[in-house]
């Protein structure tokens, strides 16, 4: 069994490279995975609203479907830039949606999966925010909210994250501690595998005579990080893009 795992592309446009990288990635993927695990902020900003509002998606969508077509099931962790999935992931893709932290079974192996975004207690603003527009409040506002006017806000928010990220960085890194303590709770309550996104810190360990694996899946912006299982082993790769002489847009 071959199992791929994305998470934090935050995709924007088509111009991008790590967009156009994306698009090369998983049609490599057609007909050569079973499963496509993506635990969330594989957009910038998508909620649920048409797809043909989004058009500037419309190629990952489409790509994302041929995959499906090939004969690859698909888990969506939803993250805090995408939530509140539309009826083209359920429908028309047929993945299987979590608003939050899920427990798979892998080969056999039970495993937890998450965007990772809830993992750390201490960011109660973040946390009220989470709650606010994964809520039920914001997910009937949908409908009547221009989709313009949702991007504008989410654009406000986007560059506050951003910065937020950046300040993070000259503190202290307290994220692969945070990470860890998570994992040992469901490692303590029988999972054998935890996999995160969010954090944006690539690595894998493995504990207790290599029965318990933990992956923090990195990013998929400059570091093109991806997960993989495949015939009973766990790996985090970085994906090579073929040659492309049109840099990554800055952010």
């Not at 949606?97 to 080969?107: F, M, N, S, T, Y």
Request: positive net charge; proline residues 6%.
């Amino acid at each position: 069994m071959r199992a791929v795992i994305l998470a934090d592309a935050h995709l924007r446009t088509p111009e991008d490279r790590n967009y156009r990288a994306m698009l090369t990635f998983l049609a490599e993927l057609e007909g050569s995975t079973d499963l496509l695990i993506i635990l969330g902020d594989l957009f910038e900003f998508l909620i649920g609203y048409p797809a043909g509002d989004f058009p500037h998606y419309i190629p990952i969508l489409e790509a994302l479907l041929r995959v499906k077509r090939r004969g690859a099931r698909i888990i969506y962790c939803e993250g805090n830039h995408d939530f509140h999935l539309g009826t083209f992931f359920t429908e028309t893709l047929g993945a299987e949606l979590h608003r939050g932290p899920a427990v798979i079974e892998l080969d056999g192996h039970r495993t937890l999966i998450c965007h990772g975004d809830q993992i750390n207690r201490g960011e109660l603003s973040h946390r009220l925010l989470r709650a606010l527009f994964h809520g039920p409040v914001v997910k009937a506002l949908i409908p009547v909210v221009p989709v313009r006017f949702a991007c504008f806000i989410a654009d406000r928010l986007g560059r506050r994250s951003v910065g937020s990220r950046a300040k993070k960085k000259r503190t202290v890194d307290t994220r692969a501690m945070l990470i860890r303590e998570y994992a040992a709770r469901f490692f303590g309550q029988g999972c054998t595998v935890v996999i995160t996104g969010h954090f944006h810190l690539p690595f894998l360990e493995r504990r207790e005579n290599n029965t318990l694996t933990l992956i923090s899946m990195g990013e998929w912006i400059t570091s093109y990080s991806y997960g993989e299982y495949l015939n009973g082993t766990f790996s985090l790769n970085s994906y090579s893009p073929p040659d492309d002489p049109i840099p990554n847009n800055p952010r």
